[in-house]
């Protein structure tokens, strides 16, 4: 039998919880990381209105990401964002674009 010098963390897909805001409100996000550069998930917010979004996207290049939210089924909105590191923590910040024209300010790290 002839091993192949994969790791199992390179082809392995890797989930992680975040937490940040869009806009003003708080928001968790869910988010699983594949090894295609693929990125899916779901987020909420808080105290909200209790619905969940879904999101879908790619990591087309080390520092960048671009995930569509959709709504009931629906794309609603496309998010922009940057990776950078503050206080210590990989953050990513960028822009969420409703297809009904609002943008607003998006950012998540890791949470614990």
Not at 9 to 18: H, K, L, P
């Given at each position: ?23 003003q409100?708080?928001?968790?996000f ?16 808080p ?66």
């Amino acid at each position: 039998m002839m091993l192949l010098g994969f790791s199992v963390s390179a082809v392995a897909d890797e989930t992680n919880g975040y937490v940040g805001k869009i806009g003003q409100q708080n928001a968790e996000f869910t988010l699983t990381w594949n090894a295609s550069g693929k990125v899916n998930g779901t987020y909420h917010c808080p105290g909200g209105s209790g619905r969940v979004y879904v999101l879908r996207g790619s990591n087309p290049k080390e520092g960048e990401l671009v995930l569509h939210e959709y709504t009931n089924g629906v794309h609603s909105a496309t998010c922009y964002l940057t990776k950078s590191t503050e206080q210590g923590k990989v953050v990513w910040r960028g822009v969420m674009h409703n297809n009904d024209g609002r943008d607003k300010a998006i950012y998540f790290y890791r949470g614990k």
